[in-house]
């Protein structure tokens, strides 16, 4: 008891107990296994210390690259690198704090929580040797003093503890004692309440970049971008392993990568931010933060002073986001969508309709239709000659008309008409964009139902993106909100978009941020949008009593007049037959009153060529608690998205659509 030797500090100056080599141990005696290592990284940015485990396959091959010089080996699907040498975790395609890397084989249990922490490698192999000592000569009650002058005791293989010391040395030097609360000691992976992924698909069968609005937050939390992806990724490859898992045995799909489009810090170098904060009431903090984040996108994206600098930054993010990923994934030959929440939607189309103008014209030919429009075909041999075009005419000012001889009143035409056009152009699904567009890359005004109000989208050179996206998915978006109050009253239903065939709008019945796009396709029609099929195969039960109940008390009231009008045709005598109790073939009952479902199965509806002529509108199954109060739950139906299996699931089946995967079973309710 009382010579019970102290290995750590005293153990690195003493040579190994000669008995530890003695003759192997008979059958009855314990084995001593080395421990098996296994690599974490910390959190960064938070207030306690907590340690992620990387999954099994990352960690597996950071154990395998170990001991090796200046070695870098990418981790978590390749969007972070490991810097063994100085054990560091680095993000590739966005800005975040390094996080510290460590090789785990010893943890003791935290002070405010029951999560493990590791020891530093260096103590963890101390301890790791007296346990060896322990085990190989059955000597426990091993005492070892860590770093920080905290006593770790080895009681057996089966408890192991760790003292905090009550008080530091006094003025007698007294050593620290193991007095306190102990806290487990646990050695090996295996022997902590841990759970360790197992790590992704390395086939990348499709990019998604992912746009948010304005505002940093994107969820209730006031999360990051990143961390929502990071959680629709996770979500999206649980969903592929429960809905694809046929697909995936036979090896036809790895997964989808999705990539955070984080361009905030741009506008933020503005000051924005800071002048808002600075005018922002003290109450309701948390509803006037959302309205920052969300509302005022519509007020940044019609302002002059920042439209441009939104544009510019989020298409040349996008286009280094595809480049840096083509870099680090050289065999990916897969296509590229994307999504965008809030008016983050917006954005990513614009630069693409930019693109299409420019791949459109056709130089001269549509600057002398335009002469000729303006009666001022005349003057058509002066650009010719000065090698103008059409885009080159809208970057002229008057000026450049006076030099190249244009007089006052043909100038004035010219500049009055390069003005209404960028005053009246629409971003996005304008009727002018459509197929039919004239020379000018607007439509005439017989097609384009178009009304200025004195809010024409500001003037704004739109960069092109290097790639053609799939599909468009908008998430919560105010794009038909935007659409109406600069004029467009209805889309043209032969519009596509040029570069992208698909367009799903995508949205939580209680968002206040979000709009319908198809009745301004559809404008005399009312119908309901497409209820997305809940990811477990079936309506959520509040919504099917819901339904239940409307359509029981319609066929209730079908039957009742039914059963009024034989009564009153038997009491009048009428020669007419009667009618049959159930039958719907009643004048008094309205259409309206059919539930949506029976709506949808009555008529097929033409939506026009948006999306492919399939629906556009997609409404999210509302859950029973939010069925309670539609106003408290309207900040967070804007903020849902990223943890909506629903929603990832859509996403996954049209993606994989496109390459001919279909869901092992398809889900009741979907085209």
Request: charged content about 25%; proline content about 7%; overall charge negative.
């Amino acid at each position: 008891g009382a010579s019970v030797p102290v290995y750590g500090k005293d153990l690195a100056g003493s040579d190994p107990p000669v008995a530890a080599a003695a003759a192997p141990p008979g059958p009855a005696e314990p084995r001593y296994e080395p421990v098996a290592p296994h690599w974490f990284y910390r959190k960064a940015a938070e207030p306690r210390e907590r340690w992620v485990p990387f999954s099994a396959q990352d960690s597996a091959r950071l154990e395998e690259a170990h001991g090796k010089e200046a070695v870098v080996v990418p981790t978590s699907g390749g969007r972070y690198d490991v810097h063994l040498k100085h054990r560091q975790r680095v993000a590739v395609y966005w800005e975040e704090e390094v996080s510290e890397v460590r090789r785990c084989t010893w943890f003791y249990k935290g002070d405010k929580d029951n999560k493990y922490i590791p020891y530093s490698e260096a103590f963890s192999e101390e301890l790791e040797e007296a346990y060896m000592i322990a085990v190989t000569l059955d000597e426990w009650k091993k005492k070892l003093e860590s770093p920080s002058r905290e006593i770790i005791i080895l009681h057996n293989p089966k408890l192991m503890v760790h003292y905090h010391p009550v008080a530091t040395s006094d003025d007698w030097g007294s050593t620290p004692t193991e007095q306190g609360r102990p806290r487990t000691v646990k050695r090996g992976v295996e022997n902590i309440a841990v759970e360790i992924p197992n790590g992704e698909p390395l086939q990348i069968d499709h990019l998604v970049f992912v746009v948010h609005g304005i505002g940093p937050a994107c969820d209730i939390r006031f999360r990051s971008i990143v961390q929502c992806v990071n959680d629709f990724r996770n979500v999206s490859l649980s969903m592929l392993q429960a809905h694809f898992k046929k697909a995936q045995e036979q090896q036809q799909i790895g997964r989808v990568e999705f990539l955070p489009v984080n361009w905030h810090s741009s506008l933020h170098s503005t000051g924005v931010d800071v002048d808002l904060e600075r005018i922002t009431l003290p109450s309701i903090n948390r509803l006037r933060h959302f309205i920052n984040d969300t509302i005022l996108d519509v007020f940044f994206y019609n302002s002059s002073t920042y439209c441009q600098t939104i544009v510019d930054t989020v298409a040349s993010e996008m286009n280094r986001l595809y480049q840096l990923f083509l870099q680090r994934n050289p065999h990916f030959k897969g296509g590229v969508s994307i999504a965008g929440h809030s008016l983050g939607k917006e954005f990513p189309c614009s630069p693409s309709e930019g693109s299409r103008t420019a791949s459109s014209n056709t130089g001269i030919e549509e600057l002398k239709e335009i002469l000729k429009k303006l009666e001022l075909s005349e003057y058509c041999d002066v650009f010719e000659k000065e090698k103008m075009d059409r885009e080159a005419l809208f970057l002229c000012t008057e000026e450049n008309l006076k030099e190249v001889g244009i007089p006052l009143g043909p100038r004035m035409k010219i500049l009055n008409y390069i003005s209404s056009k960028k005053e009246r152009q629409v971003c996005l699904l304008a009727p002018g964009h459509s197929g039919q567009a004239g020379p000018d890359g607007t439509s005439d005004s017989r097609d384009c139902q178009y009304r200025d109000i004195g809010l024409g989208q500001v003037s704004a050179n739109y960069p092109q993106l290097i790639y053609k996206p799939t599909i468009f998915f908008a998430f919560g978006s105010p794009i038909g909100m935007f659409l109406t109050v600069r004029g467009v009253k209805r889309i043209n239903p032969n519009y596509s978009l040029p570069t992208c065939k698909g367009f799903f709008n995508i949205f939580h019945p209680f968002d206040p941020v979000a709009y319908r796009i198809e009745p301004m396709i559809v404008p005399d029609v009312e119908f309901e949008p497409m209820l997305l099929p809940h990811h477990k195969g079936r309506k959520r039960m509040h919504l099917e009593l819901k339904e239940g109940l409307t359509r029981m008390s319609v066929d209730l009231k079908n039957n009742l007049l039914g059963s009024l009008r034989v009564a009153w045709q038997s009491f009048t005598r009428a020669p007419l037959p009667a009618v049959e109790a159930g039958s719907t073939d009643c004048g008094d009952v309205k259409p309206e009153e059919l539930p949506p479902a029976a709506k949808e199965e009555a008529s097929p509806i033409n939506v026009g060529r948006l999306n492919g002529g399939n629906r556009i509108d997609y409404v999210l199954q509302e859950k029973p608690i939010e069925s309670f109060n539609e106003y408290l739950f309207a900040l967070q139906g804007h903020l849902c998205y990223w943890e909506s299996e629903d929603t990832v699931l859509l996403v996954l089946k049209e993606i994989y659509q496109t390459q001919g995967v279909t869901l092992d079973q398809p889900l009741p309710g979907s085209q």
